[in-house]
């Protein structure tokens, strides 16, 4: 499988050239409060079939051993790493440029849903941008 993406300035961009282990969306706080989402969709690599270049991106260390990359720029999460995942490195589904090809097929985390994700089913959907008034 190989893929591209990128951050929402294109600062960074990737490519992904190899085998997806695993594909989920989560719902744990830190990926959340990361992203700034209700949900955040990951796509699992061997670390070395990803090329970007890594002075762009900027690492913060949310939790021992954990590493979370985004832009610099715009602050756009891409990747996570963690020592427990030795050689594998997590992307954001939604920085690849055709999102769709890369299929969450599992929720993980699921005991920290929000409400809003709970009641996703049932909100009336639009669209686009309702009209105000």
């Known amino acids: 499988?190989?893929?591209s993406g990128g951050c929402q300035c294109g600062t960074v961009r990737f490519q992904v050239d190899g085998e997806l282990h695993y594909a989920a969306v989560c719902h744990c706080p830190s990926c959340r409060k990361s992203a700034g989402a209700p949900i955040v969709g990951w796509a699992l690599f061997e670390a070395d079939c990803l090329q970007t270049d890594r002075s762009r991106l900027c690492v913060y260390e949310s939790s021992p051993g954990v590493r979370r990359s985004f832009c610099?720029?715009?602050g756009t999460t891409l990747f996570f790493e963690a020592d427990y995942l030795e050689g594998l490195v997590d992307i954001t589904t939604?920085?690849?440029d055709d999102p769709d090809s890369?299929?969450?097929w599992e929720q993980i985390w699921t005991?920290?849903?929000t409400?809003?994700?709970k009641r996703?089913?049932?909100m009336p959907g639009h669209e686009a941008l309702p009209p105000r008034g």
């Open 72 to 74: 610099g720029q715009c």
């Open 102 to 104: 890369v299929r969450p």
């Open 94 to 96: 939604e920085s690849f």
């Open 120 to 122: 996703l089913a049932d």
């Open 1 to 3: 499988m190989r893929l």
């Open 111 to 113: 005991q920290h849903r």
């Open 115 to 117: 409400d809003c994700v």
